[in-house]
């Protein structure tokens, strides 16, 4: 980020880091003070300004939002801020992603220490059980077959490869249409319709939902008047907005 921004690590004052699992997987918090060491953040010999932002999954957001208060604040010129999950970390490495199996079963019991004990455990609210909910809640609304709901999904997961078709960085770099081939079929659709692509929880299916990885994003922020000393075509944020959604309408408080 820094080097796309044309900035040094000495220009920047602060930083926010979005992370939500680095205690369940890495088994650590301080995950903003890693990140300024790795990128030399100083500023008079010692570290800058900097915190981390959980939220789950919008933790990377709040970071951005935080990094945008700063500065309209007039607090700070140059922020650098964004996310980054590590969720296969082996303990007392030496370095910072060595890989090690977890099963499926502690998977679940990490993520789900995000979760309200009192109302989610009861009901099961695992990534796909609330997909497949939301779905049949969007379906019911707006008088949405199955068939249309299915065929939503799949739209959906045809873009993402595609999209990730041209990242060498992305965990699945292909084209849905290219693999179905290699496995006998004749188009992507006829792939995501075959036993291949079972049903996780209804109507989501198995290449409908999100695969677990590691990632990491960051952007620089500028105050306007000073976003020209260090790119020539400044992108402006013109407003940022954010509101909590709720799983349920009732809870037993």
């Given amino acids: 980020a820094m080097e796309d921004g044309n900035c040094r690590p000495q220009d920047i004052q602060a930083q926010y880091i979005g992370n939500t699992l680095c205690g369940q997987f890495t088994h650590r918090y301080h995950v903003d003070g890693a990140a300024q060491r790795w990128c030399g953040l100083k500023r008079n010999g010692l570290g800058v300004a900097g915190c981390r932002t959980e939220s789950a999954c919008s933790g990377g957001g709040h970071a951005l939002r935080e990094a945008i208060f700063a500065i309209a604040s007039g607090v700070y010129d140059v922020v650098i801020a964004g996310g980054t999950e ?15 199996a977890i099963d499926v079963p502690e998977m679940l019991k990490r993520v789900m220490e995000g979760c309200d004990r009192a109302v989610h455990y009861n009901q099961e609210p695992w990534n796909t059980s609330l997909l497949g ?5 969007y379906g019911h609304k707006y008088g949405l077959s199955e068939q249309d709901m299915v065929d939503a999904l799949d739209a959906r997961t045809i873009s993402r490869h595609h999209n990730a078709a041209y990242n060498p960085k992305a965990q699945m770099n292909f084209e849905i249409k290219d693999y179905a081939k290699k496995r006998g079929f004749n188009s992507a659709k006829d792939f995501l319709s075959s036993k291949i692509n079972p049903f996780l929880w209804w109507p989501v299916k198995a ?7 590691d990632g990491a994003a960051a952007v620089i922020f500028c105050a306007a008047d000073r976003a020209h000393e260090f790119v020539e075509k400044p992108i402006y944020v013109l407003g940022t907005g954010c509101a909590h959604g709720q799983l349920y309408n009732k809870t037993p408080y």
Avoid: C, K, L, Q
């Fill in 207 to 213: 290449w409908h939902f999100e695969i677990v990885n």
């Fill in 133 to 137: 909910g939301w779905m049949v809640g």
């Fill in 86 to 100: 590590i969720t296969s970390v082996e303990m007392n490495s030496r370095h910072p992603a060595s890989m090690d």
